[in-house]
Every structure is written in C-alpha cells, then in structure tokens.
C-alpha cells in the first residue's frame, strides 16, 4: 500500500501568490517530516492554489497539536485554510437511501473488507425495505417516512442524526427525494450525490428514459456535491458505459447501475483520501 | 478479413411482422448464397424490423440484377427497403469543412490507406486555407466562401457538387456554418456531422467552453445524422475522454480532437459498410 | 426490457455449409415463431457455424417438445447441435470460492436481485470464512477443506454437489485451488474462472506482483472456460483498468477487484443468456 | 492553456531523503518563482525520489543561467539530478520508420500543427516508400537500406544522424528492424518504441496473430524505452481496444492502428512535457 500507519495528510487551499508550495514544504521538512507524494495545482482563472501532501514524520515523537501551533500563523499569512489529517482516519458517513440499494450495498460491501476510509454511522431511508441489508452489516438504520407536508419535519430528522454521529459527510446513495433549499444550503459542500446521467446532460426525472428517447449511445452517472441547485453541484467523478440499439429505457436503468456505483465510490473514495478540493462551484480531484 | 472480394451485403428494413427474416435468408438459400454473418433486430417500440447479412454467392455466375428482380416481389409483399451491396463497393462521399483540419486528416489518411470503404469525391471548404492538404492527396477541392448574404447561392454550389458527384453521403468534418433549413432537408439521413460534445449535452457554440464551465470531468464527441432540428439529429456513434481540472477550455479543445476524429471515422465507417439504419430519429448500428 | 416472458432462444452450431441461417429461420417461420433478434457468425478458419435466435411463438399453444421433434432431423442433416432455452429460464450454478469474497459478494447481489439469470444450488469453499455471507442470502455453503493428500477426496465431494444439485455451470469465483486434470477435464466447458491478469500474461501466481515488476500501465483480468491446460483455457472476456506508478502491488490487487468481478458478472451473464459459444480453443459471444 | 510563455519546468530525481521537497521549492521561492503545478513520488521500494515543477519566474530578468548556478551545489547535496526546460522548448527528435505510416502520419500531423512539443529534425528509413509523406512536411528523409550483413554499417549512418542533428529522443514509429545490442545500449533511455501488443503479453513479431490465436477479447499497444533486452524496456503508455470472435487476425491489425498510434502519440508527448523519468526498468509518468 502507498500509504501506511505513518502517513499523515496535510491539505490547504488559498489564493494564487509566490510562496504557497514552499510554506507547505518548509515547514514540514523543519518538522522533519518526509513527503511521500505531494500535488498542487495552481487555478489561473480563479487565481487560487491547492495542495494536498502525504508525508511521514520522521521522528516518533510526531505532535499533530504542536504541528498545528507551529502552522496556524504560516498558514495564515497565505490565507490558507488547511487540514491535516492522521493516519488511518475514517471519514464519518451518513448514507441516505431511498429503495434501489446498488449503490448502497456496493458502499457497504467496501467499507466492511476495509476498502474505503469511511466510518458509516448510520443509514438513513424514507422507506423500511434496506433495514435487513444495513442491519447484517452491524450498522444503525434511520426509517424516516416523508410526504409533502411533513418535509421540514423529516429532514429535521435527518439534520438531528447528521449531528449527533458528527457525521463529516452525507452521501446520497440514491435518495429519490428532492432536498430543501435550507437542507441543500446545510448540506452544501458536505454531501455527495450520484445522478444517473452525464450533467448537466439529461437533468431532472427519469434521465436513462430521457437518454433512451434521444438515443444516446453512451450513458453516465455523475457524483457531484450537493448545492443550492439542484443537479447543478461541483462534479467530482464521472464514468461511462456504452449503449446500443438493443438497449431499450429498461435496460439502460440495469446497465446504469454498475456505473452508479463505481462512480460514487470513486467520489467517495476520493474524498475520503483527500484528493476532493471544492471552491467556486468546482472541484480540484488530484488523483493516484 | 472477414470480407474478401466475393461477399455482398443485403441490408433492409419493414414494419415488424411474422417472417422477415426468413423472407431474405430463405431467398439467400434458393439462391445458393451462403451467409458469413448476420444480425437481425426489431424495435419493438417502432415495431420495426431491420437486418443485415454479410454473404457469399456460391455459383460464380451470380447475378444481381436478377438476384434484385427476383427479390422485389418478396420485400414488396413485406414492404421491406432493402439495398444490395457489392463486394468492394466505396461509398462515394463529399466531405465540408471550414478551416480546421484534424478530422478531415483522417478521414483523407484512412482513405488513402484503404481503411475506409469511402470514394471521396470532392472537398468543398467555405475557407481555402486546407487547399494543400487535399490537393496532396490528388483530390478535387472547392472552396465557395459564404456570407449571411450569400448562404443561399454557396448551398446551391454545394449542392450542385453533390449532384454532379453522385455523392450518396456528406461528410460534415468540421465544417462551421450554420445550414440553412431547406439544406438540412435535401441532407436529412445522407449527412453525417460531428458536434463536439456529448448530444443532446452542450448543443450549440463553443461546447468545450461550456463544459469547462460545468467543471466536467469527461468530454465527448457525437457523430449524427444532419436533420432539420441543428444538434438533435439521429445519433450514430459517441465517445469520451477523461479530462481533469488542470485541463482549461483550450486544453480541452485540443483533448477533444483525437476524440472527434475517431468518432467520425467510426460512425463513417459504420455507415460505409452499411451497418446503420436510420428511423424515426433514432439510429440501429449493427456493430462487429 | 428487450426479453419478456414469450421469449425464447434458440442457440446452434455445426459445420459450415449452404443454408446454415435458412434451416432455422425457415423453421421458426412454418413455426409461426417472430424473430426478435438473431445474430449469426461463421468461422472461416475452423469452418464453422454460429447462430443464437430470440424469438416469440405468435400461438398461444407454443409446445417445446413438439418443437424439438419437429427440428432435430433438419438440424442432424446439418450436424448441428442446438439448445432450446425457455422464457425466464435461469442456469443452475454451483459457484466456487476459497477466502476472497469480491466476486462472490458481486454474484450474490446480482442474483439476489434478479439481475443475472442464474439460480444458484451452492456455494463450495475450501474455508469456512464465507459461510455467513452466503446463508445470509438463504444458499447452501459446503465447506470442504483440502490438502495435497486430500484433494481427490476433496474433489469428489464437489463433483457430488455439482451431480446433485444439476448444476449445468460452475463458477470458480477466487477459488485459489489448482485443480487436478481429472476435475478439469470433468468441467471442461462448463466451468468459468476469473483470473486475475489479461491471459495468456502473467500467468499462474500473484499476477499483480508479476505486472507491478513489469511496471505495467494497466491491468485486467479475464474470465475464461476452464480446460486441461490451466490459465489458459478459452477466452469469454477481458476488462482492464489503469494503473500508475503510483500502485504499489498491493495497490494493484485492491484496484483489480473491481475489474475482477465486473468481468466474471459479465461472462457469467453472457453464459446465461446463451451469447456464448465454445469450439476448438476459443469462443464466440454474441454480446447486445 | 495550462502553460503559457513564461512557463518553465523544472524536473529532478535523487534518493529518497528528508527535504527532497524543500530542497526545490525553497530554492523557486527564492528566486521569486511562482509554482503553477507540481507533482512529487517517491517510490518506497526503490527509495527514489522524483519531482516536477511548472513555475512562472516573477522577476522578468529570470536568468537560466543564474538559475543553474545557484541550485548546482544545493542539488548536488541530494545527489540529485535536475532538468531545466524553457518555456516553448521542442525536444529534437528523429523519427525511425520502416513502410507501414500510420504512426509516422500521427506524428507528423500533430507535430504541424503544433500540437506535440516536438521539433523533428529527420526521418530515417531502411525503405523508400515513406519519403514523398515526409518531403510533403518540408522534413530531411533518410533511405538507409539494410541486410543482415550492413547492420553495423547502417546503424553507423543512424547513429550519425542522431549525432548531427543533435536528437535528444529516437522514436521507433514501427520500425521493423531488429536494432544490434549496441545500438540498444547507445539509445537506452533516448529511445521509445511501440510494439503492437500489451508487453509483456505477446512479445516478438506477429503480435496480433498471437493474440488472434489465443482467442483474446482485448488487444494492445506498448510504448517503452528502448533498452538492452528488446521488447522489455521500461513501459511509458498503454492503451487497449476491444476486439470480438469476427476480428481476424487481420482485423486485429487493421484496428491495433489507431490504438497503437494514439499510445505512441502519448508516450512522445508526456516525454516532451517532461512528465517520463526512468529509473531501474520502470517508469513515473505524472499525467495531468
């Protein structure tokens, strides 16, 4: 594995000026802090740069608070918002599901053999039907029916849960309700979606039925976070399949489900290594 | 290869009904023909049957004429289209482009290798600028500027080309004008286009531009069929690339080419060895 | 979905001659039996003939055994061997596995969900690891461990599941057992395995830790029919991802997985639904 | 465009030790160097450290020169070994082809129109037929025949030109002679192949008919660094096309070309962006 139980992650973003690799990089080597695999990307248009490091301490007596001391004035000078995260950290998740569960038990498949640096501390669902599946795994399972008028109420609910596990991030696997605006707004930055289609292509209801109508001969799914406008969020991930003829709207719904699920576990995964940076409404994803 | 210089195609299309297929390959037999490959659909949708048959005349005195007459009655009975392909025929092709070239490059290198079963017979380009390259390769070019003006009188020349050349298929390799309607009509189903982005996503100008907006993580190119609806004809082939956000618009403008030119030469080839058919607006491509 | 519940398949193979397509179309026809879609190839070199047939009976009184009558003297004129399989029919399966569950959790959510048409008998391990896994999914798990001394023993236990439960195929799911030349020859044809590395390279073990000394930029793996000759069995299909310098070995096996599993769910399906065709050393498949 | 006119790139690799990072960016910051991108590795099995840098000098006197000076000494602390490429540099390179052009054509086309950061200054043959394609790019051609018994004398004349004209890259655009081991020592590292199989599947000639042979579902091309062993040389690029029982093995070669020149295509051109450092038999290419 590249990274082992002394890599720690150290990730920053600020605008564009001279200096911002070197304040990273000195100070970890005054640190004595090897880096293992370091990418920055500097955005010209939106003038703003972004780092993501992974280095080992090279001396056992490795403090995370003193590091943070000795960099919150450094980072402050390149208004840098930075994170530093330890080794083998585990994102806490929420997942939210409706009852379509591919993407739900590829989550849970991964997370149970240790694959993807998730902690999922609950599932939430508007229907009862993936209680069995999420109870096998050992994990909480939040039934939360909704109808038009009791909305606000449920995703009280759900905001209540989000809270209390701490969770850092909520994905929704497949949730077939639409969010607020205040839930968006909550949310915003915080929480990923998979769309089954290629965005902004085929937005809105029942895209695979839209695509078969135009008779595409590729379909999609894009994991992308949830803002304010729906379907319109910062694009993490997005994969293909191709589709023929002999595909009718049934079909691309079955083949659509392998490309959910790698795509959102792709997201997933990389948000979860640190590889995801989102400003203005986009992302940096600085892949393997 | 799997077709040598005796194999013929028959390629048709009816409403669905009880023995279509056995009303070709049936005759095929009484013929003496043996067939190499064969692929049949039905839209059940449409309720609309097409086929295509690769096969191989087992009497060295076949006769197509009379293979046709005595065929007519049958496909007539069925209301079956049907069209007879000889062995090493070359769809005779006219190929429009304005000023960039990556396409038309190849489509010329694929032509001139023999890799693409197309005769062109003429390049026509609203700009003189690709006058060499198409001279190089010993082919006719005709360069008929074009002005909101004059859109009328240049389409009539094109037209004329067309005619003159006995073209049975255009080839819109880049070519950046806008249609008129009445030209998109005389074109509908015997022209062939590459738009730059996945359709029906990005339509109009500057796709690259728009999906850098988007902060879209692939990028892709359409090859459709010219109808009078710009952007919306019948899709025959699509394909993407990665691209990252260190890729800008102009960066994905010069991606986007090798895609383009292997989408184009994909769904030319396809239509060259009569393996699309095209209905309402929606196309069937037997691939290998 | 392009099958309903009226769908039948006719499959067949033999020699190539005049009227190979015609002996089954003709009789589907006088059958008053609609062909849906229907692909036929012929071989060339090996001289052989493939053809694979959905169609649905136009009469309500459709009788497969009168079918069967009717057509197995036209098909032994031609040496043909056919197989008539019925609307929703599911193929019998034993799957096979050691510790690793990736394929297996894959094939068992697959089938759990009526996405594959397959109706698993058993699950057979070496270990006993697994065996939760598949009785949450209400499926018998034998556990027969194995050692050198053993493994005829061993080997005639599996044999007595696959006899027993009717099993027409058996998966080797990451089963990390070589098998002896008896067993293989019993299941020759009749048992799919995944390796995982694109055969005939990096054979035998640790394919990941062979391609990571290489410094290959992708890998794959490949599911194939078992034969005498192990790894190197007939060829049903081939994935591949990228890789970087970045993955370690170990990357490669975590990155593999999921290539693994979506190939060996695709071959199993392409089985299931008749598209595969086994002569000589190789197959055809008639993929949508 | 990622990098404009005042992009310069500066490359190095050294043994894996503390401040490897530093030792770089400290020394840009100093001399008022911004960073527009930068990609570090190091590989924990071979304890190798690599690092490549896109940076704008902020001080429009930024003097090379200088530049080498000062970071002479801290380099060679690190035992560390460092390009420095301008902004808008071409690599020289001479092209090697036997009579099969499509990899040739892709290359000359990409070279006109700017798109590859390449200045090719000969094209080398061991036959005539390639000379009218490269005289139309206004490009020297060498005929440089060849038997058995002038090896030594023509890869003298090779050699020359590669001396003369001050080539710092060799491309084997399928150059179908066997080079002797001592031509392979001189362009070890300098020199990149492509060989129409995924090495180190498939080694040796006929590629596509082995892979025809064995039954394989996907085909392959590899770009690597020439060295000692052939067809064993470090791998920069892969790519693969998906292939089916109808492709023979002619077909294999006919569509193995678009992949093969698009692999060749993106090895030549992560080596011209110095993104390709060798070491041992393996390569670090970071992409974009």
Chains 1, 2, 3, 4 share one sequence.
């Not at 930075?82 to 997942?95: S, W």
Request: net charge negative; hydrophobic share 40%.
């Amino acid at each position: 594995m590249s990274r082992n139980n002394n890599t720690w992650i150290i990730t920053a973003q600020c605008p564009s000026q001279l200096g911002t690799v070197d304040v990273v990089t000195s100070f970890l080597k005054a640190q004595h802090c090897y880096i293992a695999e370091q990418h920055s990307f500097d955005d010209k248009r939106a003038k703003r740069f972004f780092i993501r490091t992974e280095f080992e301490p090279q001396t056992e007596a490795f403090d995370a608070a003193a590091f943070r001391d000795g960099f919150n004035n450094r980072a402050a000078e390149f208004g840098m918002s930075y994170e530093l995260t330890e080794p083998g950290f585990k994102v806490p998740v929420v997942i939210m599901v409706s009852k379509t569960d591919h993407c739900l038990n590829d989550l849970l498949y991964r997370h149970r053999t240790g694959k993807l640096n998730i902690d999922i501390k609950a599932v939430i669902s508007n229907h009862p039907d993936l209680e069995h599946l999420v109870s096998w795994h050992g994990l909480p399972y939040h039934y939360f029916p909704v109808t038009a008028e009791t909305r606000s109420e449920q995703e009280e609910q759900i905001w209540q849960v989000v809270q209390e596990t701490g969770a850092e991030l909520v994905v929704l696997a497949r949730y077939m309700q639409v969010l607020s605006e205040d839930m968006c707004k909550k949310l915003a930055g915080r929480a990923i979606n998979i769309h089954h289609s290629l965005l902004p292509g085929f937005k809105g209801a029942k895209p695979y039925h839209q695509a078969y109508d135009k008779g595409v001969k590729l379909v999609g799914a894009t994991a992308h976070f949830i803002n304010e406008d729906l379907d319109e969020g910062p694009i993490i991930s997005q994969k293909v399949d191709v589709v023929t003829h002999s595909d009718y709207a049934d079909d691309l719904v079955d083949k659509g489900r392998d490309i959910e699920r790698l795509t959102l576990a792709h997201a997933v995964s990389c948000y979860a290594e640190r590889r995801v940076f989102l400003y203005n409404n986009r992302t940096v994803v600085f892949s393997r």
